[in-house]
């Protein structure tokens, strides 16, 4: 269409009416509603109109009705693909925070399945006919697991420290080592929750030393607790002291406060055969006589996202009863799922049900072993000009767990003579499903350490993809069609 000549172009505009009749448009109306696809046929239309009216003198613009039909299906298709999308990890990042950290077990997944489509109990004592507290569901299996007096959950870590500071620390000073204020993951800073819960900061010792002796000489008519963060994203070398857990307990139990430990992670597994040492594990904690313990359930527990606070119920109590816990308050999914997650520990599964648990104590030889295996079915479908090849490195647990441990891995790293890594690297993002890669100098790096083995397909044909000539993107592998939407 010769848009110089801009009356007859806007007289070429197909109507909306005849837009509608088109095989591909109706079959949408049958599955959407027709307002729903009129107001897409009217915001393309009138994207038409402004491009006529700009448009240099002799410059073609495509008004046939076929045409302007796939643009409005491509353009539906985009408009209703979920924000929320499956991502395919191959950084080797296990608990990759912008990534959701922990991926859900199978029992986790049912639950979550199971409960989200009925009603269930979540507030009623099925054996007294009566209301009843939703926490009352987890405690008893936290207090199996955990070794715990009293537990409680609330919708995060953050919140945990929160409600334990609001509750027991309000107006009273909580007494906090130099070395623990920590800031983890931009907006959570202890000093700042701290002031908003109303408790004063009272700092001890220096960056890298404090002593029992710190805290003895900071105690007291004011103080409420003593405070202990593991400083779980960064590591202290050199000059440095910490008192062990159980010298704080001792003193805290003869001054009569409570001991409180934010321990991050909530380790319920020994990680160290694996190579992960220094995670503070729950149970020690609380056999050295803390009272209070919080952790995050979505870390290297390998549950939903959940703070858990477990310890003395003198304090779990208070804590319950604070108004602002209706404000924290969990919901039934996260209590079925977190449910199921504990109960894999329960049942001593966890290496084998807990997806980050194991990919965690996935050996590097097994990797290894699966990595060559990919590698084959991959080269055989690679184009000329692109090399994959097979290069020791090291995963990381992330999400502000050990910044120190490296678990030996195996790498695939893909070249390409004609596209760049950067280029690899973002096709393979923008793809259906994402496919989440680390990129070094010119390499593009992949980690089948967090690739789910039934992903491994689409691993492979997203790489195909992403390396292949074409400088457009090719929409995703399984494109949204209203077939799938039944
Ligand atoms: C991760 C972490 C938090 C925050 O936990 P969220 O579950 O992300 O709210 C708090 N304290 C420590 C020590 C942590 O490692």
């Given at each position: 269409?010769n ?15 005849q837009?509608?009749l ?7 109306v ?9 107001s897409?046929?009217?915001?393309l ?5 402004d491009?006529?009216?700009s448009?240099?003198?002799g410059y ?15 353009n ?10 499956t991502?395919?990890n191959?950084?080797?990042?296990i608990?990759h925070?912008n990534?959701?950290?922990a ?22 004592d099925?054996d007294?006919g ?11 299996m ?20 929160f ?14 080592s130099?070395g ?11 000093p ?6 109303g408790?004063?900061l ?7 030393k404090?002593r029992?002796?710190d805290?003895?000489?900071?105690i ?8 202990r ?8 070398r ?14 805290a139990?003869?001054?009569g ?10 380790c319920l597994?020994?990680?160290?055969p694996?190579?992960?040492?220094g995670?503070p594990?729950?149970?020690?904690s ?14 290297l ?9 477990a310890?003395a ?7 319950r ?24 520990y329960?049942r001593?599964?966890a ?21 060559r295996r990919f ?23 992330g ?9 030996a ?8 003579d ?11 993002r ?9 990129q070094?100098?010119?390499r593009?790096?992949?980690d ?18 992403a ?10 592998s399984?494109?949204?069609?209203p077939?799938?939407?039944q």
């Amino acid at each position: 269409m010769n848009a110089s000549n801009s009356e007859s172009a806007y007289r070429q505009i197909p109507a909306v009416d005849q837009l509608l009749l088109r095989t591909a448009i109706a079959s949408w109306v049958e599955c959407t509603s027709r307002e729903f696809v009129v107001s897409e046929i009217q915001t393309l239309l009138d994207q038409v109109r402004d491009r006529i009216r700009s448009a240099e003198p002799g410059y073609d613009i495509d008004l046939r009705p076929e045409y302007l039909e796939s643009v409005i299906i491509e353009n539906i298709k985009n408009r209703l693909r979920p924000r929320l999308r499956t991502v395919v990890n191959a950084s080797g990042v296990i608990l990759h925070t912008n990534l959701g950290r922990a991926p859900l077990s199978k029992q986790a997944q049912d639950s979550l399945s199971a409960h989200s489509a009925h009603y269930t109990n979540l507030e009623y004592d099925i054996d007294a006919g009566k209301r009843s507290h939703r926490d009352k569901l987890i405690e008893p299996m936290l207090q199996e697991v955990l070794g715990c007096e009293a537990a409680t959950v609330v919708n995060n870590n953050a919140a945990a420290v929160f409600m334990i500071l609001n509750t027991l620390g309000a107006g009273k000073e909580v007494i906090v080592s130099r070395g623990e204020l920590v800031e983890i993951g931009g907006s959570f800073r202890i000093p700042d929750i701290m002031s908003r819960s109303g408790a004063i900061l009272r700092e001890v010792g220096t960056t890298n030393k404090t002593r029992v002796q710190d805290y003895q000489d900071a105690i007291g008519s004011d103080t409420a607790m003593l405070l202990r963060v593991h400083p779980s994203n960064f590591r202290m070398r050199g000059f440095t002291e910490r008192p062990e857990l159980g010298e704080i307990a001792a003193l805290a139990r003869s001054a009569g406060l409570a001991l409180v430990e934010d321990i991050g992670s909530g380790c319920l597994h020994d990680l160290r055969p694996y190579g992960i040492p220094g995670e503070p594990v729950v149970y020690d904690s609380l056999t050295a006589g803390v009272d209070l313990i919080c952790f995050s359930g979505d870390k290297l527990l390998g549950g939903p996202q959940a703070g858990i606070i477990a310890g003395a119920r003198k304090f779990i109590d208070p804590i319950r009863r604070n108004p602002l816990m209706r404000t924290y308050r969990v919901d039934k999914l996260i209590y079925g799922a977190l449910e199921a997650t504990l109960d894999s520990y329960r049942r001593g599964r966890a290496d084998s049900e807990i997806p980050i648990v194991r990919m965690i104590a996935m050996t590097s030889g097994k990797i290894k072993e699966r990595t060559r295996r990919f590698l084959r079915r991959l080269r055989s479908r690679l184009p000329e000009g692109t090399r994959a090849g097979l290069s020791e490195g090291y995963s990381v647990v992330g999400g502000g767990s050990c910044p120190d441990c490296h678990l030996a891995t195996a790498l695939i790293t893909i070249v390409s003579d004609s596209v760049s890594s950067n280029t690899i690297e973002s096709r393979l993002r923008l793809q259906d499903p994402t496919i989440v890669v680390r990129q070094e100098e010119d390499r593009v790096l992949v980690d089948l350490r967090t690739v789910f083995p039934d992903q491994e397909i689409i691993l492979i044909e997203g790489i195909m993809r992403a390396v292949g000539g074409s400088t457009t993107l090719i929409p995703g592998s399984q494109p949204l069609t209203p077939e799938s939407d039944q």
